[in-house]
């Protein structure tokens, strides 16, 4: 489904080169969980936006389907992060001032997601009686799953979670791997970053970053 092929990047700073990712290679099957785990600094976000078609490596490729995300013109891969990716912030990044119902509208960039559809993913999520709610009336939990049906929306092959569970509680926690759990039994794959390896109950494969590499899990 997803891969990356000897992936490296290095970011030039003030006090010099410093390498994040160095040779990385990942397969991503359909239907499948991979949980990145690693202390902080050591590259996992870095990947993440990689993977994401947001950051170019320096060497290696991003393949989807076998095709070089990077070898796309600008709009086609702008259409495949719109309709082939979703992306679940820890932080959530909601727009303040728009509700619920049209914080999910604002992402849809498949013309085949009609509203019906998406009032029926934030009932799916428990949250129909929140859609006219602005983000700072929601609690922690709903705002997460505002972000989740909005990376759900536009019907993506894959999922790119950043720490999702990072700010919630365990009965969140578990409303999340809930959904996750049901998007991948559906046929779609999740990367999930997450500094813990013990706490990703969905997880098929658990990698180890350190230092920019694949590291043995302790």
């Avoid at 078609?53 to 989807?64: A, I, K, S, Y």
């Avoid at 796309?72 to 932080?91: E, H, Y």
């Avoid at 929601?138 to 049906?149: F, N, P, Y």
């Avoid at 706490?199 to 230092?211: E, F, G, Y």
């Amino acid at each position: 489904m997803l891969s990356c092929e000897q992936v490296s990047k290095t970011y030039r700073t003030s006090r010099g080169q410093v390498s994040v990712l160095r040779d990385v290679s990942l397969e991503l099957g359909k239907g499948e969980c991979v949980v990145v785990s690693g202390p902080s600094g050591c590259g996992k976000t870095t990947l993440m936006l990689t993977l994401g078609n947001m950051l170019q490596p320096d060497e290696g490729r991003v393949l989807f389907e076998g095709t070089d995300i990077y070898a796309m013109s600008a709009p086609q891969q702008s259409n495949f992060r719109n309709t082939k990716l979703g992306f679940i912030f820890q932080n959530f990044h909601l727009i303040p001032y728009l509700n619920v119902l049209d914080n999910v509208a604002v992402a849809v960039r498949n013309r085949q997601v009609q509203q019906s559809d998406f009032t029926t993913l934030l009932t799916r999520l428990r949250l129909d009686h929140r859609l006219n709610h602005k983000p700072a009336a929601l609690s922690t939990g709903e705002q997460q799953r505002v972000a989740i049906a909005r990376a759900l929306v536009n019907q993506p092959r894959v999922i790119l979670a950043d720490e999702p569970t990072g700010n919630l509680d365990e009965e969140n926690s578990q409303e999340v791997y809930r959904v996750l759990s049901e998007f991948r039994d559906q046929g779609g794959s999740v990367i999930i970053v997450s500094h813990r390896t013990d706490s990703t109950p969905i997880a098929d494969r658990l990698l180890n970053l350190r230092d920019g590499q694949f590291a043995a899990l302790d």
